[in-house]
């Protein structure tokens, strides 16, 4: 925009002077003298801080006059202010004639100086228009005159102020008409703090009247503004004022308007002052008249902000402009074509104002495109033709236009907030059949058009003949005259300063770069990096045609670093990105960046370049650089030629054995390119493996086969951390040896900083040829030792490379999940077994040769018994090994236990959960010898498990390295070895009771310590039926029952128990066996009626049989069983049944003895009936009463002769309570036994029949 | 007198940009392709050579090409399920790009030249046709400038959105045609973890492009 005169494109808002706010500046009488109108009052201006705050508020006001944004219904006005001291010059009415002319016969008629009709004007006397009568309506006659005043408050000089006032009002008015300009005069009076206290509101009022009617302002043009609290009152007010004044203001600017259609409408040509005499003596037309008339309306109706009247007398005007009549009449290479160019520029940009105004961006483009295309019309067909740099700068120049009236409109919807790209129509233009440009994009792509057009002017200017380069007064006049005909100068230099002989003419390149950086950040702003990119691409090549490499760098870096275009393939693009970036950073001497690009380049997605060398070893040949550079690059930054995977042969491996495993190197390098030799190549691993080296070594025969894939076996030679220091020297001379160079002291001092950090780890090394031709495969196998178990990835590989110029680290990484890799083989050019993530390898631990086992089987441990566990570590591994043992035992509670192996012993005490010796050191274990362990666990009380894990940590003497591991678990499971039941059962006590008559029995005669128990006594029988629950027959040596507990006031002793041999008695497993104990419970007083408790315990001592055969000491076992609790002794009365069978002679009687017990205190009453029965028939009473008194017992006796032998019989005896009727158990004692119908008797079989069936 | 009409100047089909989420969890990482399968140029009509020659060169048109994937980025946040982008930008007053997502995340950008082909308004032929267009099919031609004639003759030279659209169910079709193909593994052309992919390299994918590119003016319907 800045090439159109100022003010030409202003935007057009009411101009209102402002006087009296502050003083004029001295030099102001001086223009007075000169042509104009004087407007100026001798009172002194207003002083105080609210003048200086109206007079800073009123240039804010006039700063927002200037603004280009639309002017809203809401704005209630937009102004452009304007504040002198008491004197204002107005510009004259009338141009005076020149003083050259001599004088007329008639009195002249005089027209305005701006009109061409005027000889002292510029446009006399056929030019169309210029930016002057503008700039004259904007900023030189105002469409209000405000003058500040203020009101006196001595009420001495009031009147003589007040009349002072008026008369200077009155003589301003008198100016102003008798100027001719119709321009308002307002008076504001500005009271201030001491009028508001010396005066009354009536008193003011009156005053002002006064002044109104002395001076005949009409009551709208006169205003009194109170003292206000503070400043933002007081804008308040004045915007008040404002929004009535402009009113005021935009019906002045009608009134002009209104002028100039009346005069357009008389359709008369005015003649000029004097007939032009000079040129072509040519004077405009009607239609030039027209055009005149209806660009004032439209700059009117712009002050008034009426925009639909604005546009359309501007496209009248624009019409009448390139209508037949005007610009086509106007001679190519007369001044006034280039002025009427400028016209219809002028025209369009306020047209396409006023359409972004109204939100017709649509309209705004197609007005825009249609100008373009209208004025390229008629430069081709009236001017010069577009083919030349003048056409490109106007272009050019249009589109920056477009892209600056965007800013400056602020048009709603594009800013770089919104995100968007382009608006959509307007509605007016909605369905219709758009072009895709017309639909107003932002800034950016309007910044892109204008820097194309300046490239192209760029084309053509650089094909200006040097004839027409020379400065015009080195060449002959009609040459200077051809060449004004030629080149077309509209907006834009001469070819002499467009592109000079001599010098620098236009700087084209800066100009676009300036117009693409614009257009750069609209677009990053917008997100679209892309463009973005592109254009800082452009801008590149432009600075590099400037040569201002180190920006070029600058601009392309970003790009190069995040991988811009060549992480998504737009191989094109990035190619030409590396060319250029290249070239800068050859120039810059960035060593790194040239040899980077330099490898990414020898790539063979790219185009070859002809006639480049393609070799890393020239890459740095002219690049200036002081040091020989080391350069780290990695494949994030710079993609590479050479494509590498390593794979293991196999998934898994073990350690302390060997993995092949691969690394292939795959040159895409581009034909012509020069073979590398790489100087080492590194491998990492993540995990438990040791990176590895592999040094070229030129002295290797060169693998020169043309097969695509040749696969080297390599020889690794493995440096523990320790050992590096030895091998460090060997290594040294080995690589000097290979790389031969003059720099040997360098190369040293690397190769030990290498070194330094691999003596911590340790590596692998290896030598071979590592010269690879472009397209050519060459793969490495390798034997890697693995040492530790674990996971190992290959993560990365780092490539070196080493010229005498430069040295060169390239990081590929390996670790790419999911990548496939295959396994080469000699004369196949495709991997064979491709499986993913090949670069994994599972190290196995090293399987464990030691071997851990039982000395003898494991069998059935039981609770009671010691635990002896005999381990025996036999070492299978080829050398003899360092053994350390730990023992961990697991279970509810764990015993005491002791190790003991040789020397070395160790005892635990007992533990809950868990116990564990760890760290016992059993020293060198011989190959192929073996040593035993013991392990002593105490008996267990109870049945329980235990889990024992024996591990033994070892490593070899050959191999201190590895540790090995080896873990014997052992679970036992104790259990009882015998499980038993129970049965207690009632025997008749042979003594008798105590009798309560007894006194002296009964009386508690106190032999010495111990209480003779006094009271009644019970017999019991406790039958224990008992199991083994072992696996194998053991001896029972002792049965014994014990008494645990009874209650207190009883007594309770086993009075025989079954006798066993000393060698005891074998029990075999799962076979029932029987034990009958006799006790005898007893109160110890006749008082205690108590039932009495007793808790039993069977007591099995045993052993095993099998260590009677060891010979060793043969402990015996106690196992307890609880039998429970038994309540003997109680209260109830009970009958007993005995038997006694007869002896030999008497044969096969019985005697059945009923003894009823009364341990009662009651006297009690009991009825005996004996069934008769066919079994057997017996004697005694058949129907009897037994009276027992209180402790008493008494026996009835039956006798039985069974008629049966060898079977039970059933004597049927019931015992009936006579008192309760209640019929009574009868216990069955020895030989007999009870059923749900009652007692039965054994009857042994006759001696002759058992004789009959033992024979 | 003759009348520029619009032609398609370039046809490019761009790696998928799918995030895979919709693929699988496990592929959320992958990163979007955005690489260029096809690029199709076309030659346009140049008034001041009376001859056919393509507005930009192949490099200029890569640029154009990668900087819609900017655009597409931008609306597919609110853009419709469709696929159709429609108008995606005018890059100057003469080239505009028209995209088109497949729901595998393809993208199918279609560069219009406003002033690509030159009708004689009411005359009886296409005026240069042969020229560049080399190996054009006679048939299409001749009814593309029957159809564009008739176009030009009732509305200006402007362009709807719809108006691509028969262009771009050309590519589609063209493409699912591709994808049937059992030897195409589109995986090789945007591979989901890796760097890169190739370029379609079938024939009959690019002489469908071709066609499609010749075939079209503005009021052609089918391709």
């Not at chain 2, 199918?108 to 099919?137: F, L, N, P, Y």
Request: aromatic share 8%; proline share 6%; net charge negative.
């Amino acid at each position: 925009m800045d090439g159109y005169p100022l003010g030409s494109l202003d935007h057009n808002v009411p101009l209102i002077v402002v006087s009296g706010l502050s003083s004029d500046p001295p030099d102001q009488p001086a223009k007075a003298k000169g042509q104009g109108v004087l407007l100026r009052s001798d009172l002194p201006p207003l002083e105080g801080k609210e003048a200086n705050f109206l007079e800073s508020y009123f240039e804010e006001v006039d700063e927002r006059g200037k603004s280009w944004t639309v002017v809203t219904r809401e704005e209630h006005y937009r102004l452009r202010v304007k504040t002198v001291g008491r004197t204002f010059v107005l510009p004259s009415r009338r141009a005076t004639l020149p003083e050259t002319i001599e004088p007329l016969t008639t009195a002249p008629i005089l027209h305005s100086p701006f009109s061409p009709l005027s000889p002292s004007s510029a446009l006399y006397p056929d030019g169309l228009m210029n930016a002057q009568w503008i700039k004259k309506h904007q900023e030189e006659i105002p469409s209000i005159f405000v003058c500040f005043h203020t009101l006196t408050s001595d009420s001495k000089i009031a009147v003589q102020q007040d009349n002072r006032l008026k008369s200077a009002l009155n003589g301003m008015r008198a100016t102003l008409v008798e100027s001719g300009y119709k321009t308002r005069l307002v008076v504001i009076i500005l009271g201030d703090a001491e009028a508001k206290a010396n005066l009354t509101a009536e008193i003011i009022q009156d005053r002002l009247e006064g002044v109104r009617r002395g001076t005949g302002l009409d009551p709208k043009s006169i205003f009194y503004i109170p003292p206000q609290e503070s400043p933002s009152e007081l804008r308040r007010v004045m915007d008040s004022i404002f929004a009535l004044l402009y009113n005021t203001a935009i019906e002045y600017y009608r009134d002009l308007g209104r002028h100039a259609r009346k005069k357009r409408s008389r359709g008369i040509v005015p003649q000029p002052t004097l007939p032009p005499t000079s040129g072509t003596s040519q004077t405009l037309s009607l239609p030039d008249w027209n055009f005149r008339y209806d660009f004032k309306s439209a700059i009117f109706a712009e002050f008034r902000q009426e925009i639909d009247a604005a546009i359309r007398s501007f496209e009248q005007a624009y019409e009448i402009l390139l209508g037949q009549d005007v610009l086509d009449i106007i001679p190519s290479w007369s001044p006034r074509w280039n002025e009427a160019r400028l016209l219809a520029d002028i025209i369009s940009i306020r047209c396409l104002r006023l359409h972004l105004w109204m939100g017709q961006t649509s309209l705004a483009v197609r007005r825009w495109q249609s100008h373009r295309d209208r004025i390229s019309d008629f430069v081709d067909r009236r001017g010069r033709g577009t083919n030349n740099y003048g056409w490109q700068a106007w272009e050019s120049r249009w589109a920056m236009v477009m892209a600056n009236m965007i800013e400056m409109v602020e048009v709603p919807g594009l800013g770089p907030s919104t995100m968007t790209i382009f608006l959509q129509p307007e509605k007016a233009l909605f369905g219709e059949r758009l072009q895709p440009w017309e639909l107003l994009h932002h800034t950016g792509y309007w910044y892109r058009i204008a820097a194309r057009h300046l490239g192209a002017r760029r084309t053509l200017a650089h094909r200006i003949p040097d004839d027409d380069r020379g400065a015009p007064d080195a060449s002959p006049a009609s040459r200077v005259a051809s060449k004004a005909i030629r080149y077309d100068t509209y907006m834009c230099p001469p070819p002499h300063e467009e592109y000079p002989l001599n010098g620098n003419g236009i700087n084209h390149a800066q100009l676009m770069i300036d117009c693409l950086l614009n257009a750069r950040g609209q677009f990053q702003a917008r997100k679209q990096h892309r463009i973005a990119a592109e254009i800082s691409l452009e801008c590149a090549r432009e600075m590099a045609t400037l040569g201002s490499w180190n920006e070029v760098l600058a601009m392309l870096r970003p790009l190069w670093e995040d991988k811009s275009f060549r992480s998504e393939w737009w191989l094109d693009i990035s190619e030409d990105i590396l060319w250029v970036m290249r070239r800068a950073a050859a120039e810059t001497g960035r060593a790194d960046i040239v040899v980077a690009i330099d490898w990414e380049l020898m790539n063979e997605r790219f185009t070859p370049r002809k006639k480049w060398h393609y070799d890393l070893a020239k890459s740095l040949d002219g690049v200036s650089s002081t040091s020989r550079p080391f350069i780290t690059i990695s494949d994030d930054v710079a993609s590479s030629f050479i494509s590498t995977s390593f794979a293991f042969r196999s998934k898994e491996g073990r350690a302390g054995e060997t993995c092949l495993a691969q690394l292939s190197l795959k040159s895409e390098a581009l034909q012509a390119a020069a073979p590398v030799t790489l100087s080492s190549i590194r491998v990492e691993f993540e995990g438990h493996l040791k990176p590895i080296t592999l040094i070229h070594d030129s002295d290797l025969p060169t693998n020169s086969s043309e097969t695509p894939v040749s696969v080297t076996l390599v020889a690794l030679t493995e440096q523990l951390g320790g050992d590096a220091k030895e091998s460090d020297e060997s290594e040294k001379e080995d690589k000097n040896d290979g790389d031969g160079d003059e720099d040997k002291a360098k190369d040293e001092d690397e190769v030990e900083v290498e070194d330094k950090d691999d003596e911590k780890e340790g590596q692998l090394t290896g030598k071979c040829d590592l010269t690879l031709r472009p397209g050519h495969r060459q793969v490495f196998e390798m034997n890697i030792p693995l040492r530790e178990p674990g996971q190992a990835s290959a993560s990365r590989v780092v490539l070196t490379y080493k010229t005498d110029t430069f040295e060169l680290d390239y990081m590929l990484s390996l670790s790419e999940s999911g990548k496939v890799t295959g396994w080469f083989v000699q004369g196949a050019t495709k991997p064979r077994l491709s499986r993913p993530d090949g670069h994994i390898l599972h190290i196995q631990p090293r399987p464990p040769k030691m071997k851990l086992r039982p000395v003898e089987p494991l069998g059935q441990f039981y609770a009671n018994e010691p635990i002896p566990l005999r381990i025996g570590l036999y070492n299978e591994e080829d050398d003899s090994a360092n053994v350390k043992l730990d023992i961990r035992i697991v279970g509810k509670v764990i015993p005491r236990f002791r190790v003991d192996a040789g020397e070395h012993k160790r005892e635990v005490d007992a533990a809950e959960e868990e116990s564990q010796v760890t760290g016992l050191a059993l020293g060198h274990i011989a190959s192929s010898s073996s040593l035993e362990l013991s392990i002593h666990l105490d008996p267990a009380p109870a049945p329980t498990a235990y889990e024992i894990q024996i591990r033994a940590d070892y490593h070899l003497e050959s191999d201190a390295a590895t540790p090995i591991v080896q873990v014997l678990p052992i679970h036992l499971n104790i259990v009882n070895a015998f499980e038993a039941n129970y049965d207690l059962m009632p025997r008749l006590h042979p003594d008798p009771w105590p009798s309560l008559f007894d006194y002296e029995d009964l009386q508690d005669v106190s032999d010495g310590d111990v209480v003779q128990a006094r009271g009644l006594a019970q017999q019991w029988c406790l039958v224990c039926h008992y199991a083994s629950f072992a696996t194998e027959d053991l001896d029972v040596v002792g049965l014994d029952l014990a008494v645990t507990a009874v209650t207190p006031g009883g007594r309770c002793q086993v009075v025989n128990q079954p006798e066993l041999s000393a060698d005891g008695m074998i029990v075999a497993p799962k076979t029932m066996y029987e034990a009958r104990f006799g006790l005898v419970a007893q109160k110890i007083t006749l008082d205690d009626r108590h039932p009495v408790a007793i808790d039993l315990a069977f007591v099995v001592r045993w052993r095993r049989r099998r260590q009677l055969a060891d010979g060793e000491s043969n402990s015996i076992n106690v196992t307890t069983m609880t039998v429970g609790q038994y309540m003997v002794l109680g209260t109830e009365p009970r009958v007993l049944a005995s038997v006694l069978h007869s002896s030999q002679e008497q044969a096969g009687l019985v005697r059945l003895d009923i003894t009823i017990e009364n341990p009662s205190s009651h006297f009690l009453t009991f009825g005996l009936v004996m069934e008769p029965s066919d079994a057997f028939a017996f004697s005694g009473s058949k129907q009897t009463t037994v009276h027992l008194l209180p402790m008493s017992r008494r026996t009835k006796t039956y006798r039985l002769l069974p008629l049966a032998r060898g079977v039970y019989i059933r004597p049927g005896l019931v015992v009936r309570d006579k008192y309760f009727q209640k019929v009574l158990r009868v216990i069955p004692t020895e030989g007999m036994k009870i059923d749900k119908d009652g007692l039965l008797v054994w009857v042994p079989p006759a001696p002759e029949a058992e004789e009959k069936a033992e024979g | 007198m003759s009348a520029a009409i619009p032609s398609v100047a370039c046809l490019g089909v761009i790696g998928r940009n799918k995030s895979a989420t919709r693929l699988g969890q496990q592929l959320t990482k992958s990163h979007p392709q955005n690489n260029p399968l096809h690029i199709s140029i076309f030659p346009s009509y140049d008034p001041t050579a009376n001859a056919f020659t393509p507005i930009r060169n192949p490099l200029q048109f890569s640029l154009l090409l990668s900087s819609t994937i900017d655009v597409f980025d931008l609306r597919s946040k609110t853009s419709t399920a469709s696929g159709d982008f429609g108008l995606l930008h005018a890059i100057d007053d003469r080239l505009a790009a028209y995209g088109f997502e497949t729901n595998t995340g393809v993208r199918m950008v279609c560069i219009v030249d406003m002033r690509g082909r030159r009708v004689e308004a009411g005359g009886s032929g296409v005026a240069g046709q042969g020229g560049g267009a080399a190996g054009a099919s006679t048939a299409s031609s001749t009814s593309a400038s029957a159809a564009a004639r008739s176009s030009v003759g009732s509305v200006g030279a402007g362009l709807r959105d719809s108006e691509i659209k028969p262009v771009f169910r050309a590519m589609q079709s063209a493409y699912v045609r591709l994808l049937q193909n059992p030897f195409y593994d589109p995986d090789e052309h945007a591979p989901l973890g890796g760097k890169g992919g190739r370029r379609i390299t079938s024939k009959k994918f690019g002489d469908d492009m071709k066609r499609i590119g010749e075939a079209w003016t503005p009021g052609v319907t089918t391709l």
